[in-house]
């Protein structure tokens, strides 16, 4: 339950001990005298138990909703994901890399998967965004209310639901809202044609003499997408290649011993030469490309890499121009919610949300190439230009095999529209002396509508590929039966020779949807002062929730058939419930003794009764000790069951594709003795190398219904340290651990194939299982990547805040720096070699520094703000994999990397503020050959510097 009163300057104390930037509070009046001062009591994320000020159990850190808002930042995951505790795994750069995805912003703590991060509003869940899981999209969050964030990283789970492994992100909103709050802001890029724009409006105001209060708020955002041939940094195209200077050699055990000279190198203009849009093919041992008027002649190959697939400074195919740096995107955010007091023991809380966002992703067109059989050409069809039929009569050629590119065709677009619908009914109240309570229900629907458009009918494109002229001169697809059902003839000679009328013929736009519903109930009990012990009065909390998640995906009908060039995505549908019971107590142990000014137990419990798994229980333990008034120390331990979500549970096994695998067992990448000897165990030839090393090798991703829920022991220690000698500083200082046993995760294709046959116990392992080979060339064939229960992941650190806020020039000084060190962050794999693991921390996406420091200005009626992020230098490799290849690449690792932002606003007496920024003020350039589109690379900005400007006016 959530009082609005005002807290007494005598827990000031409590507010910056939780954190540097804490928890709001005003001071009472008072007179001079020494009279008590009144203490309210409130709750705070981490416990459900009311408490003075805010004291929290765990370690909490609190961003205000002002510091997320007023920025050019086009949502508030994308300035969050900033902060240290969280990986930018999903922000709208790199949302399009997977389909179904595009715009989402997820929040990821840990950088431990998004499952673990448990989001909610007010302290009460939220439906999912992501169809199968419990992700929460920031996009649905009312940002014209939002008051503050709410970080938690210790011993969640057993407070909010054992799905809190990692920790929980609370979205705290403004309470009875009264006047009008109106906000514009307009940025745009200095490069390129990315723009975006935000306009809030909020309006609330009491009635009922006060008893009620009624609140509306309506939102609308967009941005304009942008390519990577949008900037200059970006544009130009670059790929690896192995180097000639490496000489690399084997010992009489086929066991590579390196020269420590890079293995590949990463050059500009350099590509794979085996596909251009306008087509070509390969002939007497030359390749062919295609001039748009039809005639071929031989393609410039350049410089040769050893593969003889990739060329430098020659005609290849260019695929930065498929690569969109951001997503065209928009979002529609409707809020209303309403509080009536009927008592002092009743008040009655509703609310509702309509929210819709669109995201569009564009890809490549469809190709057809070695990875995907290129297309057979006739030496009848009606197409070929004079120059082709002698080539193919000089070679006595009846057909060629074409490679494609069909830029032509149209490049595949994915459109994205979710609405997602949110309504709250509850009441809270007091009775008795000391009780609390809350009871509410809620309900929460997620639907999305993908629209993939230029989608290639395989069939349809094979008939209008097929062409033949007939005795009347009239082009027509050979198969009769297709040209009666509209056959469109189509010539692939040269770019852009496919007509209109052809794309219309081979193309079809699918359409899936997906539908996530929620439904919760929860009733819980506080009371604050239940008895009293010899150290003073203990807290208690307890109450009940029932849950029930449900996700359906009806994927296109004739897409699902496998008929398209679009993934064969097949029809999924999952649900389960869960009953819960909970309870809670703080109890002082220790007060007014030398060296323990108080020293608090606090212990939670969670019990729960899933559909699918079963019991689990999850708890915690710790311990607050206020050592003087200035010291004060704190520990959690818990332990946690989570129990596997829809899309882990029940996902189908979809079709998908991975691009640029490096087969562990081709003669380049053998590089131990561990490799050799599991490669030839599998009847893998010593000289085996691959027959095309760019191409796609076909996937299969989806859930396991044999999943055990996995179990965390996670534990913090932490300090907090606040010198009555220096007025407003305060420090926080906090160790963290967790342990995931039984870790559900969805291994990577690379790395199941590389922990197939690095296993030193051999070929009897879980991952070997999941690759199928042809049994006569050894060629990958099918790579599985289904939800597994991996051994184990673990991950530590310290976590530190810094915050210092002090009047200096006439004007005030807020200053906080929030910052990370990443002690280890491991995956152990093989349940049977509990010592294999690998370590993460000072990879790229978990640098082993990070940090943020934000700086605020205030004069008068004039305001100004600095915030800069920074993230440690990190390696693209682990120290496992440099122990199995010393030098694989000149490109190593990214640099150290800051990036800052920086504001100024004036306030007028009348209401309006003006404001002025620049995001990435010193147009901080990407790490050397990366996008910012990736999972790990999500962090660095891909946009620019950028200017913005916002107008907003309250009253």
Known sequence: ?????????????????????????????????????????????????????????????????????????????????????????????????????????????????????????????????????????????????????????????????????TGVVNFRLKKNITGVDF???????????????????????????????????????????????????????????????????????????????????????????????GGNTYVDGNWYAFDPDGSVRLQNVGQLDSTGYKCTDCEFLNLTRYVELQPTFDRMNLNTKGTFEVSEALNLFAEAKYVRTRGQSIGQPAFYDATNAPVVIQRDNAFIHQSLATLMDANNLDSIELNRFLEDAGRRTEDNTRSTKRFVLGADGVFGDDWAYEAYGLFGETRLKQWNRNNLVRDNFDKATDAIRLSSGEIVCRDEAARAKGCVPVSLFGDGSISEEGRNWINTTSFGHSTIRQ???????????????????????????????????VPDAFASTGATFFNAFQYSKGDFNVKEVFAEISAPLLTDLPFVDELLFDAAVRYADYSTIGSATSWKAGLDWTITSELRMRATYSEALRAPNIEELYGPQDQTFFRNIDDPCALDNKQTATRVANCKALGIAEDFVLNDPGASVEGLTGGNPNLNAEESQSYTVGLVYQPEFVQGLSLTLDYWSIEIDDAIDAVKAQDILNKCVDSASGLNNQFCSLIKRDPNTKQLDLITTIYQNVAAQTAKGVDFELGYDVDVFGGRLNSKLVGTYLESRRTYSFQDAPGEFEEEAGTEGDAQWQA???????????????????????????????????????????GSYFLSNAQVAYQFDNGIKLAVGIDNLFDRNLPSFTRGTTEFTGLYNNIGRMYFTTASYKF
């Not at 020494?34 to 009311?50: F, M, N, P, W, Y």
């Not at 100004?864 to 994999?881: G, I, K, M, P």
């Open 1 to 165: 339950m959530y009082l609005n009163s005002k807290v007494s300057n005598a827990v000031r104390y409590a507010l910056t001990a939780t954190t540097f930037f804490g928890f709001s509070a005003h001071s009472v009046a008072q007179d001079n005298t020494d009279q008590a001062v009144a203490v309210e009591k409130i709750q705070v994320t981490g416990s459900r138990i009311l408490r003075e000020g805010a004291i929290a159990p765990s370690p909490v850190t609190v961003i205000s909703g002002a510091d997320l808002v007023e920025t050019g930042a086009m949502n508030i995951g994308e300035v969050l994901n900033e902060l240290p505790s969280l990986a930018a795994t999903f922000s709208l750069g790199n949302s399009g890399r997977s389909i179904g995805t595009a715009g989402l912003s997820i929040l990821d703590l840990r950088g431990m998967g998004t499952s673990r991060t448990l989001v909610l509003v007010d302290g009460r869940r939220h439906v999912a965004s992501s169809a199968g899981s419990a992700s929460v999209d920031t996009n649905t969050i009312p940002t014209a209310w939002l008051d503050s964030v709410e970080i938690i990283t210790g011993g969640a789970s057993a407070v909010y639901g054992a799905d809190a492994v």
């Open 183 to 277: 906000s514009a802001t307009k940025g745009k890029g200095e490069e390129g044609p990315y723009k975006n724009d935000k306009v809030s409006l909020s309006f609330g105001q009491d009635f009922a003499d006060g008893r009620g209060n009624i609140a509306f708020a309506a939102e609308y955002a967009s941005q304009d997408g942008m390519n990577a041939n949008d900037r200059d940094q970006t544009r130009t195209p670059y790929m690896s290649v192995r180097n000639p200077a490496s000489k690399d050699a084997r010992d009489e055990n086929g066991v590579f011993v390196h020269d420590g000279i890079a293995d590949n190198i990463t050059l500009y203009n350099t590509g794979w030469l085996d596909n251009l849009p």
């Open 519 to 553: 439904t919760v109930f929860n009733a819980s009990v506080n009371n604050s002062a239940l008895f009293e012990l010899p150290a003073g009065f203990m807290g208690f909390s307890a109450g009940v929730e029932y849950r029930k998640e449900e996700s359906e995906t």
């Open 852 to 894: 943020n420091l934000s700086l605020k200005y205030s004069l008068g009626e004039w305001s100004a703000s600095w915030r800069t992020l920074y993230v440690d230098a990190v390696s693209r490799y682990s120290e496992q994999d440099l122990a199995i290849n010393p030098d694989p690449s000149d490109n190593m690792g990214y």
